[in-house]
């Protein structure tokens, strides 16, 4: 699976919007971008995922870009629940096959109120 | 919402015991993985599991680990005899065919004195 970069941490205040980046520049063609968060010591919690379209949900939204070798999960409107270690992860699928996930150190986001 | 039962939430054992984690499965998910997070480090993968085989295993996965379905619902992780480095938070996540998405449950903290 392709290796992907993320900052260690970022702030956000409540109420507004978290971008969070993510760098996947050796993604191959048939590798998805999940994202997963995990908040205190829970199980980590499914969010998004896409292959190159953006993709939006009723927690996030999820951008591409062209090339794919990059994208952004945007919280739209941020709250405190939402502190939480967010993981970027590479993906390959294809029908059939289970294809593990490979967690990284993520990025801790800490909304501020 | 459907979930990912993992039972028992806590279990403290002494070294050299034999340990037992228990996964429930959401109904109609034919995936299985194994993951564990040990304080303060990254979520690893372990194991994964399709129909009644291990499709893929980690080099954290060794003959002191076995998993199974002994009755076609549960989905359990036998530690043989636990060592200190044992201790951590242990995942188990199911995968439905085709849905491309794992669901994780809230994890077993295991304690090894």
């Known amino acids: 699976d392709a290796k992907t970069t993320q900052p260690p941490s970022m702030d956000c205040a409540e109420g507004r919007a978290a971008n969070l980046p993510c760098n996947h520049s050796?993604?191959?063609?048939?590798?998805?971008v999940y994202w997963y968060r995990q908040i205190h010591s829970q199980g980590p919690q499914y969010i998004i995922h896409g292959l190159k379209n953006n993709e939006t949900n009723e927690m996030a939204s999820l951008i591409i870009t062209e090339d794919r070798k990059s994208s952004t999960l945007i919280l739209p409107h941020a709250t405190l629940r939402d502190t939480a270690v967010y993981y970027c992860?590479?993906?390959?699928?294809?029908?059939?096959?289970?294809?593990?996930?490979?967690f990284g150190k993520g990025t801790l986001l800490t909304v501020n109120p | 919402e459907p979930e990912v039962t993992q039972t028992p939430s806590h279990q403290v054992t002494q070294m050299g015991q034999e340990v037992i984690l228990r996964c429930v499965p959401i109904?109609?998910?034919?995936?299985f993985y194994w993951y564990r997070q040990i304080l303060g480090q990254k979520v690893e993968f372990l194991v994964s599991f399709y129909n009644n085989e291990i499709s893929e295993k980690s080099e954290i996965f060794d003959d002191q680990f076995s998993v199974e379905r002994p009755d076609g619902s549960n989905f359990t992780l036998k530690i043989r005899s636990t060592k200190l480095e044992d201790s951590a938070m242990y995942f188990c996540a199911t995968e439905a065919s085709g849905a491309n998405v794992l669901t994780f449950g809230a994890g077993s903290r295991l304690t090894v004195l």
């Open positions: 050796t993604i191959s063609g048939n590798e998805y």
């Open positions: 992860i590479v993906r390959g699928w294809s029908g059939g096959s289970n294809y593990k996930l490979t």
């Open positions: 109904s109609n998910h034919l995936y």
